[in-house]
Structure formats: structure tokens, C-alpha cells
């Protein structure tokens, strides 16, 4: 555990009421610190935020980011959703204040270990089923970060002998300082958020701070299919434990002859057969393999691995079953916010696949998406910001619908499918021009699906 910070009675500033912005806010505040925070949305946008920090005694500035505000700061903490290159955190940097992410400030207070996981696809679930992993195997297991809980509310019920799992993104990376996971998992890294990264370099560059304070006391988890995570391999401190779906490893996890099997210093053991997985799609693999690396070195054993991951089912908003009406299945993907992910949806189902594509552009490109769709789609329902570059980015190669909103595409994609096809939101693009979050858009998909449902129910009345 990194050295705790000590807040009672220094001036901190938080820039961005997300929902770790908030949380470090009242964190903070608990700590005895004077708390301010900083963001460019209204006050009308932020109602439902402002409240509660005000009855906790803290500051709140809407609208614009002071300079004032930040110069007179001891300690910044910055959300991630806040560019580490905004000019107002430049400039204080250049003064010497300390900015620090959220997840950097709750690696200070958190006790017990972390195992922290990150990648492009997957890291949702690798999370999601590590903890369950962990907890099944009778630790005191508490899981958060990029997914639902910011890592700041889970500090009051760490604990000394137990885990904390922790899903980052690039985002919370770029603002780390003493942050030194137990274990690092990278499950892949593909081009995704180029938009605010600048290049995939700079991107990878940000996803491999995740070793920067490793030591050879702690573990590295590895996809030996992706280039990137056999680069970080060559620089990082920690012993690295790999995974491959491919081929057989030297010390990690792999498949043979349809059984999880993994091997180390003891020998090999088999965990499970695949045909005991509940998760859809070859991609689902890797999760797996990366969780059950990170459970066997936590300590859990292999009946309590296998437990829990032939129980574990896909988390909300990846690859998640929605319903079935007349013959034809809908899933919801929203989580699919780059191209990479779409590809991952996209070989989850053989043929007939209606596909809604698009939302904020994050640099993307979608000429890697022809292939699969020409061999796999009916039909592309562009909707969003980024809909014309797809459409021209695909043009000829599927048969193309401008719907403009998600629910014009699930109605026209409903019209269109045949009994045995498959309509899936796997969008390749960030949700931000039109709904929160991603989770806001496959919680809208859903609702109109079951909408659809209800409508079929009555007409059958």
C-alpha cells in the first residue's frame, strides 16, 4: 500500500462531478479536507449532484473552471473524464501542485491488495468474474473502479487480509503516482480512444503505467496473442504469469483439448472443460484465462475457480441476451465503444446479424469491420454523431440504413429480420452524443426491446 495522504485541513480542489468526482469530493471531506469542486457543466446539469456536496460542506463552482480556483489549491484530484492536458491542470502542475486521479488517492487509503485489470475488450468481465473468482474462493472481495463503484467508496470496508479488484481505464492511468497493483492484468490492447490519446502509441504508453510501480514481489497477467502486452513484458519488474487461447504457455493458463488447463513452478492442473462456460464467444476465453490467473495467485482453490466460473454469466451491457421476439434474438453490446469490441461481437454470431452502429467518433477506423460484416450482416443501422464516416467508411460492402436514433434502427432492424437472425447494439463508438453513458444507451435498447415485447404480448391478447 502506497503512503497515505494526509488531507486534514489542506485546500483540495476536484475537478469534474462524475460519479468518482462526487465521490472523492465526500471522501475527502471525511478526511477533514477543505474541499471545492470544479466543473464546466451548468448548474441545471448538475442538480442532482449539488445538494448532497453542499450539505457536506463543500464548495461547488459551475459553469467554467476558475483560475483562481486552481491556483489556490494544495492538492487537485481530477476525474477521468477530464483531459490531463486541460489547460487549468497544466498550469498548476507548472506551479507544483500535486494532480492526482481519483484511483491514485484511493490506492493511498485502500487496504489489503489490489489486483487491478485493464485492456481495450474485456476488462469489463475479466473484473466482474475475477472478484467473483476471489470472493468464491472465501476472501473479503470488493470490486470497483472504471466499473460501477468508484475505488474511493470502497476504502471503508477494505480490509487488511482481503482484495480490492479493480477495473482501469487508460483515463485513471494517466493520473497514477504510487498506484502498485498485486496483480496487473492487460487483457488486449487495440486502438480505442485515440480521440484523446493522440495515437495508439500514446494509448498503450497510458495502459502500461499499470506496471510502473511494480515490483518483483508482485504479478503481471498476460495475453500472449497481443503484441502490445509481449512489449510491456520486456520493461515491466513483476513476474508475469501469461494466458493464450492458442497455444500452450509456459507458466500461466491456456487451452488444450477443450479444458482450461494451467501450469507453474508445481506442474499443470486442469481447471475446467470449456463446454462448462456459460459466457458466449471465443473472446470470453481470454476473460476467463486472465481471471483464473489471477485467482490461483490469490490464493483461491482450483474447485472454488471452477465454481465460479461455470456460474459466472456476461455482465450487463456486453454481449447480454435481451430477448427473443417471432424467431429473432436481440443482443445488447453496448459496451462494444470500439472497433475492436464490434469485431468480438460480430464473431459471436456465424450469419444474419442486423448491427446498430455508431454515436460519438473516437478516431476510429471502420474499414477493419468489412470483412466480418460482408461475410456475417444483412445490414448496418448507422445512428449518431459518427454515422456518415461509417457509411462512407463501408460503403458497398453491406447494405446500409441512416436511422439517426436507436429506437428508428431496433424498429427498422425489427421489420426487417427474418426468424433466425440476430439484431445486436455493438455501436464501435463512445455514447456521449446522445445518451450519459453506455450504460444509459443499453439500458434505452432494452427498454425498447421489451417495449416491442409488450406491444407483440397485447396484439396477441
Keep these: 500500500m502506497s503512503q497515505i495522504l494526509e488531507l486534514n485541513g489542506k485546500r483540495v480542489l476536484v475537478v469534474g462531478l462524475g460519479k468518482s468526482g462526487v465521490a472523492s469530493a465526500l471522501f475527502l471531506r471525511e478526511q477533514g479536507a ?22 457536506n460542506g463543500v464548495t461547488v463552482e459551475t459553469g467554467h473552471h476558475g483560475e483562481r480556483t486552481f491556483r489556490d489549491q494544495e492538492v487537485i484530484v481530477v476525474s477521468p473524464g477530464v483531459p490531463f492536458d486541460e489547460p487549468h491542470l497544466v498550469q498548476a502542475r507548472r506551479q507544483g501542485i500535486p494532480v492526482i486521479g481519483e484511483v491514485e488517492l484511493a490506492s493511498r487509503h485502500l487496504k489489503g491488495r489490489i489486483v487491478a485489470i485493464t485492456g481495450s ?42 482484495f480490492v479488484v479493480l477495473e482501469i481505464s487508460s483515463f485513471q492511468l494517466e493520473t497514477i503516482e504510487t498506484f502498485r497493483p498485486f496483480i496487473a492484468a492487460v ?111 490469490c490464493g483461491c482453490e482450483l474447485q472454488a475457480i471452477r465454481n465460479a466460473v461455470s456460474q459466472f454469466k456476461a455482465v450487463e451491457h456486453r454481449l447480454e441476451y435481451v430477448a427473443t421476439l417471432n424467431g429473432v434474438q436481440y443482443y445488447n453490446d453496448s459496451k462494444a465503444t470500439n472497433v475492436d469490441a464490434t469485431i468480438k461481437a460480430l464473431e459471436s454470431f456465424p450469419s444474419n446479424i442486423h448491427i446498430i452502429l455508431g454515436g460519438k467518433d473516437k478516431g476510429s477506423d471502420y474499414t477493419v469491420l468489412k470483412p466480418l460484416l460482408k461475410e456475417r450482416a444483412k445490414r448496418v443501422y448507422t445512428i449518431g454523431a459518427a454515422a456518415e464516416k461509417i457509411e462512407k467508411h463501408l460503403g458497398g460492402v453491406v447494405d446500409l440504413v441512416r436511422s439517426g436514433t436507436l429506437d428508428n434502427a431496433v424498429k427498422q432492424a425489427t421489420t426487417a429480420a427474418q426468424p433466425g437472425d440476430v439484431i445486436v447494439l455493438a455501436p464501435a463508438c463512445a455514447s456521449f452524443d446522445q445518451f450519459n453513458s453506455y450504460e444509459h444507451r443499453g439500458k434505452v435498447f432494452k427498454e425498447l426491446v421489451k417495449a416491442l415485447q409488450g406491444s407483440q404480448s397485447a396484439v396477441k391478447a
Design 34 to 55: 477543505r474541499v471545492t469542486v470544479s466543473d464546466t457543466k451548468t448548474e441545471e446539469q448538475l442538480k442532482q449532484e449539488i445538494p448532497v456536496l453542499l450539505d
Design 187 to 297: 487483457v488486449n490492447v487495440t486502438p480505442d480512444h485515440l480521440d484523446r490519446h493522440g495515437s495508439f502509441h500514446g494509448y498503450a504508453a497510458a495502459k502500461g503505467r499499470i506496471f510502473e510501480n511494480q515490483t518483483a514481489e508482485d504479478y503481471a497477467v498476460l495475453n500472449a496473442e497481443d503484441e502490445t502486452c509481449r512489449g510491456y513484458a520486456k520493461n515491466i519488474k513483476s513476474q508475469i504469469r501469461w494466458f493464450s487461447t492458442r497455444k500452450e504457455v509456459e507458466i500461466g493458463a491456456f487451452i488444450r483439448d477443450g479444458h482450461l488447463i494451467y501450469r507453474d513452478a508445481q506442474g499443470e492442473r486442469e481447471i475446467m472443460p470449456l463446454s462448462e462456460l456459460q459466457l458466449k464467444g471465443a473472446h470470453n476465453h481470454e476473460n476467463v484465462l486472465a481471471a483464473v490467473c489471477c485467482g490461483i495467485l
Design 121 to 162: 475488450n474485456g476488462k469489463t468481465t475479466t473484473t466482474a468474474l475475477t472478484g467473483e473468482v476471489i470472493s468464491t474462493g472465501g476472501f473479503n472481495t470488493q470490486v470497483g473502479g472504471n466499473i460501477g463503484t468508484p475505488a474511493i467508496s470502497l476504502v471503508p470496508k477494505s480490509t487488511d487480509d482481503g
